[in-house]
């Protein structure tokens, strides 16, 4: 029967859709509104209630007689009796206008059953109205569907309508282009066919219905690696679901991996690699990501995907007989003396494979370094590098420890944790260290103390980072010495099937550390700072000159900014003792009343054989203060490390223009000059201190009588062994500079007399 109910008057329709929040303009041109359809009788009899395949219907969920009730729609769509296990049943429904009060909710019943097969609907709230979108797996032949339209109000006792914009709906009847259904519960097998010394096996299918789970099953051999793949290819847009897959070990439903893509990323690429320890036939559910509180996945008949599956023999030889994934099952090799190296080779094949290599070193009553370097080889990968979540990098790592004690206990760890003489830690350099070294204190494998870090960063960001090496110092020790290497990727979940080199020597110290090396511990290198009168600094007069090599540590950064990734360290990178330290203590001269002295400071560094400069250099002061004693003027003069304003009394090349101390801070920023100047020759790259520094000794270092001058490595690009020259000596006082704007030498402040009192004159520390 077709009900035509006319439309209230104006003013009943504006109450109304007080109450419903309906839409009271009536259709266009007609002034009525059909309301057909209203039950599962009509949607089973009447012939405008029966959806045919792939022909829209446009009706309205408009006002009926019982407005709390809100109109339904009621339709019914014949199932041929051709249908089998791979039909599907498509169903459309949305709103073509830009906006609509009503919520379209459409729901897929059997013909004799109140329960839903399906129901979804559009809550788009204030925005616009979205498709709501149906594929459902019916392979029932020669029977009929109802599908019920409504609305789906957020308040259930005030449903909406709209007389003014249809809705469209729309059923197609599909053959489901995924060959492999059903395979929900049962899996479609994998065949694996040998391809060389790899055996491949492929598939292919569509999540193409709500909820849909597909499951591939292949049979594994224990020893052997397992690659998986599944990927999505992009087709332009994102699809209706989140792929994610599970991987299955044999006869259970324990996983071995899990994963999904981020949302709206497209395509969808996700792959493990396994090393098998389970044989048997495993099992690789693909589906739809769902989330807590997440509402099914929905199915998406435009989106395929691909399977791949590789099985590889074990190829690196730390793993083929055992392997080395352990600490206590580290690959070790013995280094007799310094001047021995040795090479390890492996490959991070499978996620969760770690390799550990030691060496062990045999007594020695001097200082040595131990340098190592991680290089990758040029051999033939099986599988390719296992995907990344979007923007992140492969972050491998290179990790280096010793051993605390020989038992994991509570008391190793405290040693661990709070003995520098056994665990030494950068505090200054990496602000992280406590919580990084303190990790490898509570390891559970052994208590170890980290010595050195470096993890791979992304090369776009940091394209000169070559930190994939390092050098440690390796003190003194009666007994052997055992230095164990870790390699990893951050977090264990990643692979690349690549081979790669770890290459580790055992070297003597320079000549001069050693030297200075007394009961253990490196001594300051007594100096005299001698006179140059009027003059500058000679090159190559020893009496001016102090030399050394800085070997070890990753090199200091000028203002200790982390995010540069400069040199060998990039911005997670960790070494415990930042930079090898050489110190000097300068005997200063007795002088007479002024006491002020120019101070001349010069230094260079080697260069490469290619002509770059391995790290610069940082001189990091203490004066003696003889104006201030510990105990109030008969006792040793106090150190004076900071400047008046607190900063560190640290020297190190900077080629910005900036204020000296002598300049006034209301000065413009035009007089302010370089504190330092450069200059590459074919052997060195030298450094010296400028005029316009006006670097001086005050009086009361003068009288203090002592300078300690600790060198260290700066921005450290190369381990290469190379020697540096610092050159200081005094001189007369005050020296002159040329002004910024050129011109007359400008006199550096001169000391004057006030009532027999020196005043004014050098003031260094003043900042």
Known sequence: MRLRTRLLPLALLLLAACSSEGD???????????????????????????????????????????????????????????????TLVHVTGTYLAASTPVNLSVTVQEKDKSTALVAKSDQHGAGAPKPVDIVLPYGT??????????????????????????????????????????????????????????????????????????RFSFPLTAGKIAYVRVNAPDQGFPPNYRLSYELLRPNSTDKESEGNVLPKVHPGVLATARKVKLAGTWVLVVKGYRGNNEPVPAGDLRQPYAVE???????DPNDQSGDNDAHARASTNNLGAPGASTTFEGRLGYVSDRDWFAVKLSSLARPSVLRYRLTERSTATRFDPLPLPLGQMADRQVLAFTKV?????????????NDPAVCPRDTREHPDAPALVQTYCNNAEAVLCLHSLREESDPARFPGLSNFQGVLPVPSHGTEATYHFLVQDDGNNWADDRDYRLEVSWEDEDAEEVAAYSGGVEQPRAKTLNDVGTGNLPVGNATFEAKGQLTYGHGRLRGNDRATGLGVRGPTDYDAVASDTDRFQYQLPALSAPEDAAWLVQWEVQNLPDGGTPHGLALDLTFCDGSATTDGGTGPCTDVTTTSTGGALTLAYNPTAMRAWHTSTSAPLSSYQALY?????????????????????????????????????????????????????????????????????????APTQDGGTWVGGCQFTRQ
């Open 24 to 86: 009271d303009t009536p259709d266009a041109g007609t002034g009525v509104v059909e309301d057909l359809c209203n039950n599962r009788e009509e949607a089973l009899t009447n012939a405008d209630c029966e959806l045919k395949p792939g022909v829209p219907m446009e009706r309205f969920l408009a006002l009926t007689g019982d407005v709390k009730a809100g109109d339904e729609d009621w339709y019914s769509v014949r199932i041929p009796a051709s249908a089998n296990a791979r």
């Open 677 to 749: 100047q450069m200059e590459k020759t074919a052997s060195t790259t030298r450094v010296t201190v400028a005029p316009y520094a006006c670097s001086c000794l005050e009086r009361r270092f003068i009288k203090g009588g002592t300078l300690k001058v600790a060198v260290s490595a700066t921005e450290r690009t190369d381990y290469t062994p190379v020697g540096y020259t610092l050159r200081t000596g005094y001189g007369d006082y005050p020296r002159s500079y040329t002004a910024a704007d050129g011109g007359s030498p400008t006199s550096c402040p």
């Open 309 to 315: 599956v590789r099985v590889v023999d074990e190829a």
């Open 141 to 214: 032949p020669d029977t009929q569907l109802i599908i019920v339209v409504r609305d789906a109000p957020v308040n259930p006792a005030r449903p909406a309508y709209d007389a003014r914009s249809p809705y469209r709906l729309t059923v197609e009847l599909l053959e489901n282009p995924d060959t492999n259904e059903p395979n929900d519960t049962t899996p479609t097998p994998i065949a694996l066919a040998a391809q060389g010394a790899v055996q491949v096996g492929t598939a292919q299918g569509y999540l193409a219905t709500d909820n849909d789970v597909d």
């Open 405 to 417: 004690g020989t038992a994991v206990t509570a008391e190793q760890r405290a040693t661990c944790t």
